[in-house]
């Protein structure tokens, strides 16, 4: 039921890249914002990327600036997370979002839309 739905999660060792990909139906079209978070066991939902439709501008968790790039598909409605050089810190249910406000997808209190999540395992 979740209206965002990832793919491109699995297990790669330290040092790998995958790519994260989420499509998002018409009625989620009407946001201004998308994001990637991720949760590991035990603890909160984190923002790691996100892009304001508005002026493109990005925002990356400290943790994964540099390795991880967010970037749209030619279409409205498609997101991609490029993730290189993974590290074990890393590991977790990876989730797409998006938000009617401007700049918060990567607050999750402003969150309007999840989807499902998919795991991403980094192993040493």
């Known amino acids: 039921q979740a209206p965002l739905l990832e793919s491109g999660g699995g297990s790669v060792q330290a040092g790998g890249s995958l790519r994260l990909s989420c499509e998002a139906p018409?009625?989620?079209?009407?946001?201004?914002?998308m994001g990637w978070f991720r949760q590991a066991p035990g603890k909160e939902r984190e923002g790691v990327a996100a892009?304001?439709?508005?002026?493109?501008?990005?925002y990356y968790d400290d943790s994964v600036k540099g390795r991880f790039t967010i970037s749209k598909g030619n279409a409205k409605n498609t997101l991609y997370l490029q993730m290189n050089d993974l590290k074990p810190e890393d590991t977790g249910v990876y989730y797409c979002?998006?938000?009617?406000?401007?700049?918060?997808?990567?607050?999750?209190?402003?969150?309007?839309?999840w989807g499902q999540g998919t795991q991403v395992t980094v192993s040493s």
């Open positions: 979002a998006a938000s009617r406000a401007n700049s918060a997808c990567y607050l999750s209190p402003f969150i309007d839309y």
């Open positions: 018409v009625r989620v079209l009407n946001t201004n914002c």
């Open positions: 892009i304001s439709f508005g002026d493109n501008s990005e």
